[in-house]
C-alpha cells in the first residue's frame, strides 16, 4: 500500500530566502509523484510532476522537485520565496496499477516572514 | 465552466440528515475520488471509483457511501450525517493513476 509522509507540519521562511520541503512515500513500484498548493480558502492547484525520466523536474511559480529512489524521496524546493507563497502545500503518490489510487501526505503549512 | 463541478459549494445540516454531494466532470476521466480535508490531517480519501462498475473503500469510508451514477458523475452520501463530519469535501478526477484535478469544493457543516 501506498503512503506519504511529510515530516514537517508547518514552516516559516523569510521571503527571499530558499526553501525546501520535504516529502517521503513509501510503494513498492516506481510511482506516480506530485505536489500541490492550496492557498488559504482555495482548492488544490497542481505545482509539479513525476512520472519518469528526468528526476530533477520543473513546475509552476518557480518550484522544483527531485525524486531519489534510493531515499524514497520528492522534496520540493524553491530558490527564492515570495510573500504570496505562504499556502498549504502537500505531496502525493499515484502509480499506473489498476488498483491504486492517489494518496495524499499530511500536508505542509508554509508561513513567509516579510 | 469547470471542468470538475460540485454541488453544492456550502451546506448546513442536522445531526442525522441524509446528505449527499454531487460531482460531475467533462474530462472525459475514467478514475474519480471523493476525499475529506480536516485541518491539519491534510486530504483523506473516502471513496474511489475507476469505472462505473468498480467502486472502492478509501481510508474513511465509515458514514459514508458513493454512487457512480456515469462515467461523469460520482456522489457522496452521508446516511446520517453527525458533527465529526463536518469538513471541506473535494471531488477529483484522473486519468490512470495520473494528476488529479480537483473541483472548487464542498464545505460540509453539520450541526
Known amino acids: 500500500a501506498q503512503s506519504v509522509t511529510q515530516p514537517d507540519i508547518h514552516i516559516t521562511v523569510s521571503e527571499g530566502a530558499s526553501l525546501e520541503l520535504r516529502c517521503n512515500y513509501s510503494y513498492g513500484a516506481t510511482p506516480y509523484l506530485f505536489w500541490y498548493v492550496q492557498s488559504p480558502g482555495q482548492g488544490l492547484q497542481l505545482l509539479l510532476k513525476y512520472f519518469s525520466g528526468d528526476t530533477l523536474v520543473q513546475g509552476i511559480k518557480g518550484f522544483e522537485a527531485e525524486f531519489k529512489r534510493s531515499q524514497s524521496s520528492f522534496n520540493l524546493r524553491k530558490p527564492s520565496v515570495h510573500w504570496s507563497d505562504a499556502a498549504e502545500y502537500f505531496c502525493a503518490v499515484g502509480a499506473e496499477t489498476s488498483y491504486d489510487k492517489v494518496i495524499f501526505g499530511p500536508g505542509t503549512s508554509l508561513s513567509v516572514i516579510p | 465552466d469547470a471542468d470538475v463541478t460540485q454541488t453544492p459549494r456550502n451546506r448546513i445540516t442536522k445531526t442525522g440528515k441524509r446528505i449527499m454531494l454531487e460531482c460531475s466532470q467533462t474530462k472525459g476521466h475514467d478514475r474519480m475520488y471523493w476525499y475529506r480535508q480536516d485541518p491539519g490531517l491534510g486530504l483523506r480519501l473516502i471513496y474511489y471509483s475507476f469505472d462505473v462498475k468498480d467502486i472502492n473503500k478509501g481510508e474513511i469510508s465509515d458514514g459514508y457511501s458513493v454512487s457512480r451514477q456515469a462515467q461523469a458523475k460520482f456522489s457522496l452520501s452521508l446516511e446520517s450525517a453527525i458533527p465529526n463530519q463536518t469538513a471541506l469535501y473535494f471531488c477529483?478526477?484522473?486519468?490512470?493513476?495520473?494528476?488529479?484535478?480537483f473541483g472548487e469544493g464542498s464545505r460540509l457543516t453539520v450541526l
Open positions: 477529483a478526477t484522473s486519468s490512470m493513476g495520473r494528476e488529479l484535478f
